[in-house]
């Protein structure tokens, strides 16, 4: 309210400390905290020097927007690190982000979908960045956490104040009119101005609710000196409030990528499920191009007649394999559809036709490259970034916790001035008022703010020792992946050869069956050991190309639909 005379006076040591109107003393103003964009990847996520200047002119300057503060942080601009009062932590280096959909081509997917042409996997990393149930989760959060940044600045928003008491039937009938506006600081004060007037005939003890015939204007402003100067709760919960919504990026980030990794093990899953079926069909085939043959040898008597039975005996078992591998094609696409989504976001179980005809080209593995992602898979990976967000936002909320240990000293200055005619015969009203005041108190034990320092703390020494076991466990994993990568591609060497020395035994295999050298059995062991060793390449490729995407994932490289469509050994940018 601010009818009674622009709020409480309260007299402190033989002085008279105005208070400030009748609302809160908090303004929006920017954090001191500096936006910058990362020219790369040395930027720092704490610029404590920065911190100085921006602290300073934050006092002075106008309101930012919090909208354009919310639009540059998307865009990957990141908030500095710990403020004056407390020391940064270790510069910490941050990771680029991952391929997005801004610099992907999306029409795989549409294509695809709706055509016979093979599906690729960038058109199942697109749908899973564009309609995954889980990445729209992640991006929700984004959005909580902006609403949350932005009710964090309601704190300072700037309060217009009306009120009108009137007093009709009494021995004193009087009437008073206020209206004024209180606009809250960035360093911790708050400066009012309105105007009032008040009529009529005043009890002789509420003399100052009277006011000249034209009324009276006034101004005021209210500063803390020393607790509440440089950082209150109103700063500390815009502050943290900023960096929290920040970590969701790189939780998004985290989102994508998890997603990434599992899409891409159902793809190459049902790809090999698929080269099974055909395996499968081509070893039917083989035994159904027989029967005639078989039957005209029994026929003349060359063959006994359990070759027929042999034959068919051996085509009912091609036929149960055929079928399982089909029914494992089937449950393989049902997997990938959980990925797989058309523009409505619906799953998409994706026919036999989508299937590729062969596996895309390989080469080996470069060791040095391999090493270089394994090195900068730490810095890479949004976890870490995360974390140090967090971190920042304890070194904000520490700075909170000492700004309570500070006495409470708080400066005040109000100017008044009545206009019009007199409403008294003395005149009192009529000459300038200026009014200063200081205002002072300090818990002798401050313990509240020791003990929240103590336990924030508590709270970094937990953050620093989380980091770096997150760090090392990035690390295990790049290195398990960069080893299984190795693997994979010996075992598909290893692989070749077998299918090789597998195919020229069957070719030996035939020519002693048409010279009657050996027997339907004997063929039909050659002919399964080539199908087997078809199989164990087929599946050593769908493991390297597996183990090519999980690379990508624990490096924190990621799989944009660009880098999906020519990913397979290679993990290097």
Not at 162 to 179: F, S
Not at 336 to 365: C, K, N, Y
Not at 388 to 407: H, I, K, Y
Request: with cysteine; charged share 20%; glycine share 8%.
């Amino acid at each position: 309210m601010i009818c009674q005379g622009w709020g409480r006076r309260i007299a402190v040591g033989g002085l008279l400390l105005v208070t400030a109107g009748c609302g809160s003393l908090e303004a929006p103003r920017l954090d001191p905290f500096a936006f910058y964009r990362p020219d790369s990847a040395a930027a720092s996520l704490a610029e404590t020097s920065a911190e100085t200047s921006a602290e300073t002119s934050a006092e002075t300057s106008v309101e930012p927007s919090v909208a354009a503060s919310t639009a540059a942080a998307d865009s990957g601009v990141v908030l500095a690190g710990a403020i004056e009062d407390v020391a940064p932590e270790q510069t910490a280096i941050l990771p680029p982000p991952i391929g997005t959909l801004d610099d992907a081509p999306t029409a795989p997917a549409t294509r695809t979908h709706g055509g016979t042409e093979p599906l690729p996997l960038a058109a199942v990393i697109e749908s899973v960045e564009r309609a995954y149930p889980e990445v729209a989760e992640a991006a929700a959060e984004r959005a909580t956490a902006r609403g949350k940044e932005l009710a964090a600045w309601g704190a300072f928003d700037t309060v217009l104040e009306a009120t009108t008491i009137n007093q009709p039937l009494d021995y004193y009938e009087n009437y008073q009119h206020a209206v004024g506006v209180t606009r809250p600081l960035w360093s911790g004060g708050a400066v009012s101005a309105g105007y009032r007037i008040g009529r009529g005939d005043f009890e002789p003890w509420y003399g100052g609710r009277e006011t000249n015939e034209g009324g009276e204007f006034m101004v005021g402003f209210q500063q803390p000196l020393l607790q509440g100067h440089r950082i209150d709760p109103r700063r500390v919960a815009v502050r943290t409030a900023a960096l929290r919504r920040q970590a969701t990026d790189p939780g998004f980030r985290a989102a994508v990528l998890g997603a990434q990794g599992v899409a891409a093990r159902a793809y190459w899953g049902w790809v090999l499920a698929g080269f099974n079926v055909r395996v499968q069909q081509e070893l039917l085939a083989l035994g159904r191009e027989r029967v005639e043959q078989i039957e005209k040898q029994i026929a003349a008597g060359d063959l006994g007649r359990i070759a027929g039975i042999d034959n068919a005996r051996l085509m009912a078992q091609r036929e149960a394999a055929l079928i399982q591998a089909e029914r494992g094609l089937q449950v393989a696409a049902v997997d990938l559809s959980i990925f797989l989504r058309d523009a409505s976001g619906m799953p998409i179980v994706a026919p036999p036709q989508w299937l590729p005809e062969e596996f895309p080209a390989i080469s080996a593995p470069q060791p040095e490259r391999l090493r270089d992602a394994v090195v900068r898979a730490p810095l890479n990976r949004p976890e870490p970034q995360a974390l140090q967000l967090e971190a920042a936002a304890l070194r904000v909320e520490l700075a909170g916790a000492a700004n309570l240990t500070l006495p409470q000293l708080d400066a005040a200055v109000e100017a008044s001035q009545d206009v019009g005619g007199r409403s008294k015969p003395s005149n009192d009203k009529q000459p300038f008022k200026l009014i200063a005041a200081v205002e002072g108190s300090l818990p002798v034990q401050r313990r509240a703010g020791r003990g929240r320092m103590a336990a924030i703390q508590g709270e970094l020494s937990q953050n620093r020792a989380q980091a770096q076991l997150v760090s090392d466990k990035i690390t295990a994993e790049a290195r398990e992946a960069a080893a299984r990568l190795v693997a994979a591609w010996e075992q598909i060497e290893r692989a070749e050869a077998n299918l090789d020395l597998a195919q020229q035994a069957l070719q030996l295999g035939r020519v002693a069956f048409e010279e009657g050298d050996i027997d339907l059995l004997l063929l039909n062991i050659y002919e399964q050991s080539v199908a087997d060793a078809q199989l164990q390449l087929y599946s050593a490729k769908a493991s390297l190309f597996a183990a090519a995407a999980d690379f990508q994932i624990a490096t924190g490289q990621g799989l944009s639909p660009r880098q999906a469509a020519a990913v397979a050994v290679d993990p290097a940018p």
